[in-house]
């Protein structure tokens, strides 16, 4: 596609229930990331994939998260088990490897755990 | 500035004045440079990048400037127009064109008409 499209953009879910988050990357880029961004808070790294590579998952809170990528595309982020603390917009981005420029991101997924 | 809780610094200009955003980064072993503008609603957009071998560079009516000694980073922004109202961003990153960056917590640009 175009852009890198996140689906819902707004997710609205009870505390203790689980979650997906979706992310459709730009065609060709090989590299995915998810950050999330709490309220006026900068960016925080949450995970890598690059390829067929092991991705670096050094920036998940817990291990109520995860976070697969199929087929080098499409990439879900899911918690499990929600927090009150897990309410956040969840930002993913795509970039070409090596290209050193930054990301391209998507919009973004508004989660509130109430 | 520094954010204290959920309140980000916020920065209000005059439509058609210069803008200057400043940014401390942590690392002094980091060599790459980038400022992301983040309009409500929407993703942080790429804006422009610094190499660390570099103190200064221009795009199109903005201006990066890098003080490794000081480890501080700002963004001049000239003329400044209403669209330019947005989050602004700065990142580092250890190795140049790593994948993982460090962002700070941003700075509220309004622009007052």
């Known amino acids: 596609g175009a852009g890198v499209s996140q689906s819902p953009s707004n997710k609205v879910t009870e505390k203790g229930k689980d979650v997906e988050l979706r992310c459709d990357p730009i065609?060709?880029?090989?590299?995915l990331y998810w950050y999330r961004q709490s309220l006026g808070q900068g960016l925080e790294f949450l995970i890598y994939?690059?390829?067929?590579?092991?991705?670096?998952k050094s920036g998940l809170p817990s291990d109520r998260f995860s976070a697969e990528r199929t087929g080098g595309s499409v990439s879900t982020l899911t918690i499990q088990r929600t927090q009150q603390e897990d309410s956040a917009v969840y930002l993913c981005a795509s970039s070409l490897a090596g290209q050193g420029r930054g990301y391209t991101f998507g919009s973004g997924t508004r989660l509130t755990v109430v | 500035g520094e954010s204290v809780g959920l309140h980000l610094p916020t920065l209000s200009v005059q439509e058609g004045d210069n803008s200057i955003i400043n940014c401390a980064y942590s690392n002094s072993a980091s060599d790459y440079f980038i400022w992301y503008k983040q309009e409500s609603g929407k993703g942080p957009q790429f804006i422009i990048d610094i190499r660390s071998n570099m103190d200064k560079r221009q795009g199109q009516r903005v201006t990066v400037l890098l003080n490794k000694t000081v480890k501080h980073l700002s963004l001049q922004i000239a003329a400044t127009q209403p669209g330019d109202s947005a989050v602004y961003f700065c990142?580092?990153?250890?190795?140049?064109?790593?994948?993982?960056?460090?962002f700070g917590t941003g700075t509220r640009l309004k622009v007052l008409a």
């Open positions: 990142a580092e990153s250890f190795t140049s064109g790593t994948y993982k960056y460090i």
């Open positions: 065609s060709g880029h090989t590299a």
């Open positions: 994939f690059q390829g067929n590579s092991a991705p670096d």
